[in-house]
């Protein structure tokens, strides 16, 4: 069963940046989105940011103009910059590839978390 793994994540400061990385551990075929979501403790799991296979990204509100989405097509990795972190961007992040609409592989997480 080919799985995501994600790394990158780790404790901050508020204003820091992390750079989280996401690889699938086997070959993976005919994946158009790939991205990421996030969990924080007691809230539900929201999507953070995608990216299709030509480049076309969005980005939940609460991150625009901070974090950006990156991917390397042939590898299907997925990367997330994030830059001029706050405390309520702490949470577990999750990554996602997609060949139709919902995601058909998740990442198993990785904390982020930011302090004040």
């Known amino acids: 069963q080919v799985q995501l793994v994600e790394s990158g994540g780790g404790l901050v400061q508020a204003g820091g940046s992390l750079r989280l990385s996401c690889a699938p551990s086997?070959?993976?075929?005919?994946?158009?989105?790939m991205g990421w979501y996030r969990q924080a403790p007691g809230k539900q799991r929201e999507l953070v940011a995608t990216?299709?296979?030509?480049?076309?990204?969005k980005y939940a509100d609460s991150v625009k103009g901070r974090f950006t989405i990156s991917r390397d097509n042939a590898k299907n990795t997925v990367y997330l910059q994030m830059n001029s972190l706050k405390p309520e961007d702490t949470a577990v992040y999750y990554c996602t590839a997609s060949r139709i609409r919902l995601p058909d592989y998740w990442g198993q997480g990785t904390q982020v978390t930011v302090s004040s």
């Open positions: 086997g070959t993976i075929s005919r994946i158009n989105t």
């Open positions: 990216i299709t296979s030509g480049g076309t990204t």
